[in-house]
């Protein structure tokens, strides 16, 4: 089955800690996306990236990093500098096109010990 | 410059009522148009998406949605709710050209019996 696969489902993190969130899709999907969803604030922008080794920051990027290093994959690193890192965070992708849609992955919710 | 207003961040309906949830958008060129639905702790889903096409445009679960460029909106509607209609449910735009989305915050749906 094609899709877009999260890990892990739950993520705690420590005090100064950085954690990586997983993002792999096997739709062949030129784009993905990092978003971060807050009670209230709908879906905001992290990262996003068109093609591999290539990446563009969205509307919320301090405090994260990515890497594009291979076409499925999409990791998100949620660093110490982010303060408030508690939130649920959506993967994303689509073929890049115009009029093509955006895929979503099931989520991670990160929360902070 | 393109982003998305939904009107109510929470709605309720009786089982079998009408459904409506409001979209309006401001986009400096044309856009493609996508409503996704929420279950909670969940990814999103495409319910249907307006890509000048049509302007009526009939997605899943009995959903619609009218594009209507004069009113800049794009309005969800469903004759009859039922039960499982209960869920989050977000306005995107995305521009001609441009490979990101702006996401709605958000308007919660609940059904009564």
């Known amino acids: 089955d094609g899709g877009i696969t999260q890990s892990p489902k739950y993520l705690f993190r420590k005090e100064g800690q950085n954690v990586t969130l997983s993002c792999e899709q096997n739709?062949?999907?030129?784009?993905m996306y990092w978003y971060r969803q807050d009670p209230g604030q709908g879906l905001r922008l992290i990262y996003y990236?068109?093609?591999?080794?290539?990446?563009q920051k969205g509307d919320i990027a301090e405090g994260y990093s990515v890497s594009r290093e291979k076409k499925e994959s999409f990791p998100l690193t949620v660093t110490s500098a982010q303060k408030n890192p508690t939130a649920f965070y959506l993967c994303?992708?689509?073929?890049?096109?115009?009029?093509?849609?955006?895929?979503f992955g099931p989520g991670t919710r990160l929360l902070v010990l | 410059a393109q982003s998305v207003t939904q009107l109510g961040s929470h709605v309720s309906v009786s089982e079998g009522a009408l459904v409506l949830l409001r979209c309006n958008y401001s986009?400096?060129?044309?856009?493609?148009l996508f409503w996704y639905v929420q279950y909670p702790n969940q990814g999103l889903q495409l319910l249907l998406k307006?890509?000048?096409?049509?302007?009526l445009v009939k997605g899943i679960n009995g959903f619609e949605a009218e594009f209507k460029k004069s009113e800049t909106s794009f309005h969800l509607t469903k004759p009859s709710a039922h039960m499982s209609d209960a869920a989050e449910y977000f306005c995107?735009?995305?521009?001609?050209?441009?490979?990101?989305?702006?996401f709605g915050s958000g308007t919660k749906l609940n059904v009564k019996p």
């Open positions: 307006y890509t000048s096409a049509a302007t």
């Open positions: 986009s400096s060129v044309p856009p493609y």
């Open positions: 994303a992708s689509s073929t890049g096109q115009n009029q093509e849609t955006q895929y």
């Open positions: 739709l062949n999907h030129d784009a």
């Open positions: 995107a735009v995305r521009a001609y050209n441009f490979n990101k989305f702006y």
């Open positions: 990236s068109q093609i591999v080794n290539d990446f």
